[in-house]
């Protein structure tokens, strides 16, 4: 069975850290590129960040470059997002997703994804 599973989320002060982990079973997740996604109240899911299955590129969402990392662990069969710097305007549910492959131009379009989380909640306010 294939399955990803999202933790991590919570509720953290502006300017505090969270560290999402999306952790993979029934695939071995160093054969697929992986996405992280955000959708907040009544606006549509975005790119957030993706880490290729072929030479471990990264890629980021303007918004979120320089704050937040993403980084992978073959070992654990899991992938994290590491997020320092929070904004309230970060306040999301959080959604990682695998897909084959991946470049700079494509890596942000939801479409082209195989398999998703169910999502962790991230909220960021004083």
């Known amino acids: 069975q294939v399955q990803l599973v999202e933790s991590g989320g919570g509720l953290v002060q502006p300017g505090g850290s969270l560290r999402l982990s999306c952790a993979a079973s029934g695939f071995t997740l160093d054969y697929y590129a992986i996405g992280w996604f955000r959708q907040a109240p009544g606006k549509e899911r975005e790119g957030v960040s993706c880490i290729s299955s072929s030479d471990g590129s990264t890629y980021y969402a303007d918004s979120v470059k320089g704050r937040f990392t993403i980084s992978r662990d073959n070992a654990k069969n899991t992938v994290y997002l590491q997020m320092n710097s929070l904004k309230p305007e970060d306040t999301a549910v959080y959604y990682c997703?695998?897909?084959?492959?991946?470049?700079?131009?494509?890596?942000?379009?939801?479409?082209?994804?195989?398999?998703w989380g169910q999502g962790t909640q991230v909220t960021v306010s004083s």
């Open positions: 997703a695998t897909v084959p492959e991946v470049d700079g131009s494509s890596w942000f379009f939801e479409g082209e994804y195989d398999y």
